[in-house]
């Protein structure tokens, strides 16, 4: 079937039927999406939300951590409940995991989600899945989240609202780096162009999204670029987030986001790495890459998981026990390229 000049491929289609067959109106459901949510999560459960209310579905998104403050003028008033995510997923009789596809990254929120009878998944990334069973609108090709939830509201003609079209907008800019990285396809294109005969405004959505920052933002990214290495001879850089860095500068983990490519924009550079201490004493590496380096490959090897090129992974251990095992990992993946 096609809608507005977009193909929606009959996997998808068939996906989007079974998901919508759990939601019946007076069933209530949760959305949530993995830890330190980024734009495409909140903006594709986001606009899930606006699907729903207005087929009379009760929603509520339940994330496991707060929703970054760059992205909450698209929540609408009520409709956040990550405060006590934990009851809202136990409560609801319909789960809808948006944005990943495990229980890896959904923090305290794993084991409600668990333990709920019907969980159903929207997701692009490439992973085996641990969510319990349920239907599935999975598609690792697809540039973001938001471009199959598009695919969803389009396959069941349910229409979408501007304050739909802008979340998935949101979404889908933010994934593929402002249409600036590989997963930019003329699909997703088309998906956005479709966004924008909805009444998006893309330069307003810019200016939320990129041209907000606190002060505190830039100060942390300036320490954090002071770390940076670079092996020319690898095509291998990296940056290490300072211990008490987020803290010192009133910063958030979201605030992180978009460093790593600094070090990618390094002429020669192929991998670049973000490595950063979380408070569980794990360490979390960010890794970004350009041409044939795979690192969803490489995080793989850590527990990870992502797209070839972005991917991450968290460790056990000390930052310096983290850094030594991932770069020699790096080193020895480049010099076989």
């Not at 290495?229 to 860095?245: C, N």
Request: net charge neutral.
């Amino acid at each position: 079937m096609s809608v507005n000049g977009v193909s929606i491929p009959p996997d998808r289609a068939r996906a989007a039927g079974e998901i919508a067959a759990l939601l019946t109106p007076g069933r209530r459901v949760a959305l949530t999406t993995h830890v330190n949510a980024d734009g495409d999560g909140v903006g594709s459960e986001v606009a899930l939300w606006h699907l729903l209310a207005a087929r009379h579905v009760p929603a509520a998104i339940a994330n496991p951590t707060p929703i970054p403050e760059r992205f909450h003028f698209l929540v609408p008033r009520g409709a956040d409940h990550s405060e006590r995510a934990a009851r809202e997923i136990e409560s609801a009789d319909v789960v809808i995991v948006l944005d990943i596809s495990d229980t890896s990254r959904l923090g305290d929120l794993a084991r409600a989600i668990r333990q709920s009878h019907a969980v159903a998944c929207i997701d692009h990334h490439v992973s085996g899945g641990s969510l319990p069973g349920g239907p599935r609108l999975v598609a690792p090709e697809a540039a973001a989240t938001a471009e199959l939830v598009f695919d969803f509201a389009s396959a069941l003609e349910w229409p979408l609202s501007p304050d739909a079209a802008r979340a998935l907008y949101v979404g889908i800019l933010t994934d593929t780096g402002a249409f600036r990285f590989a997963n930019t396809t003329p699909r997703v294109l088309r998906v956005a162009g479709a966004l924008l005969e909805r009444g998006v405004d893309p330069e307003s959505i810019y200016e939320s999204v990129y041209a907000s920052a606190p002060e505190g933002r830039v100060r942390l990214m300036t320490e954090v670029l002071q770390t940076l290495v670079v092996e020319r001879e690898r095509g291998l850089a990296w940056v290490t987030v300072p211990p008490d860095a987020l803290q010192r500068h009133g910063a958030t983990a979201d605030d992180l986001d978009g460093i790593v490519e600094y070090p990618r924009s390094i002429a020669g550079v192929r991998l670049a790495l973000l490595f950063r201490q979380l408070a569980n004493g794990k360490v979390k590496v960010s890794f970004r890459s350009l041409g044939d380096v795979d690192v969803a490959e490489l995080a793989h090897r850590f527990g990870g998981g992502g797209h070839r090129k972005a991917a991450g992974a968290s460790l056990e251990g000390t930052m310096a026990g983290a850094q030594a095992k991932v770069l020699a990992a790096a080193r020895a993946y480049l010099n076989g390229r």
